[in-house]
């Protein structure tokens, strides 16, 4: 079952993060105590709140980020969303969002967990919820070309030390800081 899968590997990606400082190990904890408390917390159906994977999206030299503008935020964002009944891990999640509102194929997925965020949001449910962020590191070949998804105003590469006005910029910036810790990119699962 999916939702077991997905739950099983939520709970896995942050066991085996630590956090690069005291607040973001009790979100650890707290996203933990919240999973073993909501078998079906990773599905957007779980209106009180819900697991969430996103990526920061990366050219291969890591000089370059991929941004969405994200029509319900208004501002330049990593990519990202829900995760789907029929996937099967966070990380297969994370990667095919990452897929689908890029438009590139090739991607390469660390597995290992970057980061975790929470805020709240009225999503597509249309009532005030909180989305629990799962963030991973994705790669992208170099020139691949990328296509705007309908989830999307607008997407483009900008330079990581160069983001437009209305990005994410502190949240951007420490995923970057955050991607060049990790070392060498991993091949990760294909899913």
Known sequence: MSAR??????????????????????LRHTMLAFLGSA??????SHAAGHITASSLVLDESGTHVLLTLHPRVGRWIQLGGHCEPSDETVVGAALREAREESGIEGLRIDPRLLSAHTHPITCSLGVPTRHL???????????????????????????????????????????VRLAATLGAPSAGPPD
């Open 133 to 175: 962020d799962l963030r991973f590191l994705v790669r992208a070949p170099d020139g691949a070309p990328i296509a705007i998804s309908d989830e999307s105003q607008d997407l483009r590469w900008f330079p990581v030390d160069d983001l437009p006005d209305g990005a994410e910029k502190t949240t951007i910036d420490h995923l």
């Open 5 to 26: 899968s997905l739950h099983a590997s939520a709970v896995a990606a942050l066991e085996l993060w630590r956090g690069d400082s005291d607040d973001a190990e009790s």
């Open 39 to 44: 078998p079906d917390g990773c599905l957007r």
